[in-house]
Nanobody, 124 residues
Framework: QVQLVESGGRLAQAGGSLRLSCAASGGTFGNYVMGWFRQAPGMERQFVAG????????YYAASVEGRFTISRDNAKKTVYLQMNSLKPDDTAVYYCALDDSLVIRTASSSYDYWGQGTQVTVSS
């Protein structure tokens, strides 16, 4: 059984930085994609960034491109989300997810496994 555990969410000030981590364990997969999503109160869960594990290819939502960076550590089976130049609109619960796919997909329904989420709050 695959388990994903996020960490790193906290209160931050606008313009500041945070780094989220997501450690994966259990299961065996071939090619897969790790993604970060976020969900603000009353809003749908939205794609933030994704990384293809095999070659490190990345893809970002337009709202975060240039500010956020997704990366991975193969040995630790951990994916990171470095968030810079934070804005109050970045406030949300952030989730990591795994898609047993070669393609970085942005629909949450495509992802097979999810973490429990970590709260990020950005104050103005």
């Amino acid at each position: 059984q695959v388990q994903l555990v996020e960490s790193g969410g906290r209160l931050a000030q606008a313009g500041g930085s945070l780094r989220l981590s997501c450690a994966a364990s259990g299961g065996t997969f071939g090619n897969y994609v790790m993604g970060w999503f976020r969900q603000a109160p009353g809003m749908e869960r939205q794609f933030v960034a994704g990384i293809r594990w095999s070659d490190g290819r990345t893809y970002y939502a337009a709202s975060v491109e240039g500010r956020f960076t997704i990366s991975r550590d193969n040995a630790k089976k951990t994916v990171y989300l470095q968030m810079n130049s934070l804005k109050p609109d970045d406030t949300a619960v952030y989730y990591c997810a795994l898609d047993d796919s070669l393609v970085i997909r942005t629909a949450s329904s495509s992802y097979d496994y999810w973490g429990q989420g970590t709260q990020v709050t950005v104050s103005s």
